[in-house]
């Protein structure tokens, strides 16, 4: 049950807020002055302060700097019999989630009341989070109660704690890099240093000499040997995002390290050594990019030791909604901005999203939703128009099919082999005799679950 201490030195003001407050559900207590209420504040932990501003002892306005100093996560709502500009603002800048005049108070206080309640929730959650985070990135800051991202964790947890290579796949943007540092954090290397690279973010030549490092003078502008990536993070782990972006030379550079931790540095011919655990990421489907001479099947068995296949946010569909509450007070604080609460309307709309930049994407919209909204609660108005757009796009399409149509008889049939390989996408598609990733294609255009 959420609490309120209603501080004022007019016992029918306390009593009547008191009565008005209790009625829905909440469980109040009373002060008629600053120096019962800082007792009350000492004993108990409120969510919310209602506070006159002119106190026999003291200034409500200054109280509620105190409050926020002491009691961050508690909202402060002051109460004044005439409306002040100076104090109004000067209340807003101590910290006080609002200010309004008494006599407005009878309409105005309970929504008030449910906003800040609100706020202190949302606030709960992201100190739990920022708690549970600390300095490093652990499973349980991992967002979603949904089977398929517990089934990744769990997954997870099982191989942090041993050494093995490990290969996360997945759609861009299901939090691959996430998944990889708690898998570090987990681990007996989590004392040194992990390190992340992405290999599409660099040309050949510029991925080498970033992994592996350089000796003076083996080309123009090398004046002292330089360390790599895998020097670097000796005892630790590297993260190697896009895995599959990498060229085959450099491919055959990595495998002798995951064989025998050792490698040459560029314009070096004395090998390094060094121990480290390597987890590598994907969105591609790597047996085809085998079959296609893309990728190496040598090395791709070498990587595979541990595959974690991250699930879509279209497969997780239940934890939208949390995800969208934290990056809500994540943006909105960094916004400077007061919204508090998210409408059914455009939850509902995040929910019918094909999402195909995943988390990163949703992160994305909440983000620019938030600048573009002027509300305290984020409505379907505030979503980018490219997003409504390709929402009504995305309805149009999924009408549903004439038994005549031929796509009719595909979507059938591709239901029946997935039920019959008990959902497992790579197991269907080699029964449909069809790629992975056209499989995923499928099931998005038919919208098969």
Do not use: C
């Not at 967002?143 to 964790?153: D, F, L, V």
Request: proline share 2%; no cysteine; aromatic share 6%.
């Amino acid at each position: 049950m959420n609490t309120i201490l209603i501080i004022d030195d007019e016992e029918k003001i306390r009593t009547l807020l008191s009565r008005i407050i209790s009625l829905e559900g909440f469980d109040v207590s009373q002060a008629s002055d600053l120096k019962n209420a800082k007792k009350r504040l000492e004993m108990s932990e409120f969510d919310v302060v209602i506070s006159d501003v002119k106190l026999p002892d003291g200034s409500g306005v200054e109280f509620s700097k105190i409050i926020k100093e002491k009691h961050p996560a508690t909202e402060v709502i002051l109460l004044t019999a005439y409306g002040n500009i100076p104090d109004g603002v000067q209340a807003i800048k101590n910290g006080a989630f609002d200010y309004i005049t008494k006599g407005d108070d009878n309409n105005k206080i309970i929504p008030l009341v449910y906003k800040a309640v609100e706020k202190v929730a949302l606030n709960k959650r992201v100190i739990q989070l920022e708690k549970q985070l600390g300095d490093k990135l652990s499973f349980d800051n991992i967002i979603g109660k949904s089977k398929t991202i517990q089934s990744a964790i769990d997954s997870a947890k099982k191989v942090a704690v041993t050494d093995a290579t490990v290969l996360l796949t997945g759609e861009t943007g299901t939090g691959k890099e996430v998944f990889a540092q708690a898998i570090h954090n987990a681990s007996n290397r989590a004392k040194h240093n992990f390190i992340a690279i992405n290999s599409s973010a660099f040309s050949k030549e510029l991925l080498e000499n970033e992994l592996f490092g350089h000796k003076a003078s083996a080309f123009t502008g090398a004046v002292k040997d330089t360390k790599g990536i895998f020097e670097e993070a000796n005892n630790g782990t590297v993260f190697l995002d896009e895995i599959g972006e990498m060229a085959l030379d450099l491919q055959a550079k990595l495998l002798r390290v995951l064989e025998s931790g050792e490698f040459l540095k560029v314009g070096d011919n004395k090998p390094t050594r060094i121990n480290v655990r390597i987890i590598a990421a994907t969105n591609r489907d790597l047996q085809t990019e085998i079959e296609n001479g893309n990728f190496r099947e040598d090395l791709y068995y070498r990587i595979n030791i541990f595959n974690i296949q991250l699930p879509t946010l279209r497969e997780r569909v239940i934890d939208i909604e949390d995800l969208a509450k934290y990056f809500l007070i994540k943006f909105s604080q960094k916004a400077g901005k007061k919204i508090t609460a998210i409408s059914p309307e455009y939850l509902e709309a995040l929910k019918q999203h094909p999402w195909k930049g995943n988390i990163r994407e949703l992160r994305n919209i909440i983000e620019r939703s938030i600048i573009l909204s002027d509300n305290e609660e984020l409505k379907i108005e505030s979503l980018p128009n490219e997003f409504q757009i390709l929402n009504n796009n995305q309805q149009e399409s999924t009408r549903p099919l004439s038994a005549f149509e031929l796509a009719s008889s595909e979507k059938i049939h591709i239901q029946k082999v997935l039920n019959y390989a008990n959902g497992n996408k790579t197991k269907t598609a080699e029964l449909l005799g069809i790629a992975l990733t056209t499989l995923y294609r499928k099931l998005e255009e038919y919208q098969i679950k």
